[in-house]
């Protein structure tokens, strides 16, 4: 499966599977409340959807021949599951000290929950095995070639593989198997909540209302892995933390600030990147 088909299927599976709708309560719909079911780490985005796809800039890319092969692309992949762009509300992410790769999300949608899961579990290069963690229900989703059973079993001990669960009707959480148990964990009061990291929160306080929202903690191997590509950059180890929007309306609105060890090294580094943008 192409990355792109396997990153939208996950995100499409992620809002797509309900489990025991009968105590389903009512789905959390803002970024806030999704922060509170993800567990504490060294970085956090929250994406409003919703005002992202009904922005004139989306609107504009969508028609470029260069972006709109892509974007039905993805379109076409929810279809095949039955879900759609517009069903997804609000997604708010996570982020391990490990780095990106090591993620839960959240998300928050309606959906068409039993036609979901009838069509997932119809695709022969699928697998969906289950568990039962405090009381919720986890899925893991497993590749396989389109001669095997679809059969629901206990998941593997591979924790790395992706997996999801429902919290109710209309919102999920997703990542790998350790994620999902750790945001279950965070819902139950068990374990600190990223919406608990003061230094994060004050960060994605800065501009609430902006379309997409990040904050991170820079560690060391962060900045010893920022790829110059020629360019004569700055010493980026005083960075401590950088978070930011993006917003959109007619066009993209990049906002970044980075966060120093002390006024004199963030100055130098001003100094720096100013004169590379002269040039």
């Not at 762009?85 to 959906?111: I, N, P, Q, Y």
């Not at 899925?139 to 001669?147: A, D, I, L």
């Not at 560690?219 to 005083?238: C, K, N, R, W, Y």
């Amino acid at each position: 499966m192409k990355r792109i088909a396997f990153v939208s299927l996950m995100l499409a599976l992620a809002v797509s599977i309900s489990f025991n709708q009968a105590s389903a309560r009512a789905g959390v719909q803002a970024g806030g409340d999704l922060l509170r079911l993800l567990p504490d780490g060294s970085g956090v985005a929250v994406v409003d959807v919703q005002r992202t796809l009904t922005s004139s800039f989306w609107t504009t890319v969508s028609s470029q021949d260069k972006f709109r092969s892509a974007i039905e692309k993805v379109h076409a992949e929810f279809a095949n599951v039955g879900l759609r762009l517009s069903d997804l509300r609000t997604v708010a992410v996570s982020f391990s000290s490990g780095g990106s790769k090591d993620f839960t999300g959240v998300v928050s949608g309606s959906f068409n929950q039993a036609e979901l899961l009838t069509r997932l579990r119809a695709k022969p290069d699928l697998r969906i095995l289950s568990e039962t963690y405090k009381n919720v229900e986890i899925f893991q989703v497993n590749e396989v070639s389109k001669t095997a059973a679809q059969t629901d079993v206990k998941p593997s001990g591979n924790n790395n593989k992706m997996a999801f669960a429902f919290y109710d009707a209309g919102t999920a959480v997703i990542g790998d198997l350790n994620g999902v148990r750790a945001s279950i964990d965070t819902r139950a009061g068990t374990r600190p909540s990223i919406a608990q990291n003061a230094k994060l929160a004050a960060a994605l306080a800065e501009n609430p209302s902006a379309a997409i929202r990040f904050a991170a903690e820079v560690t060391p191997a962060m900045t010893q892995g920022i790829q110059t590509g020629g360019v004569p950059l700055p010493d980026f180890s005083s960075i401590k933390m950088v978070f930011g929007t993006i917003d959109v309306t007619s066009s993209i609105d990049i906002n970044t600030t980075l966060r120093h060890d002390t006024a004199e090294h963030a100055k130098a580094i001003s100094d720096q990147l100013n004169g590379l943008f002269g040039m």
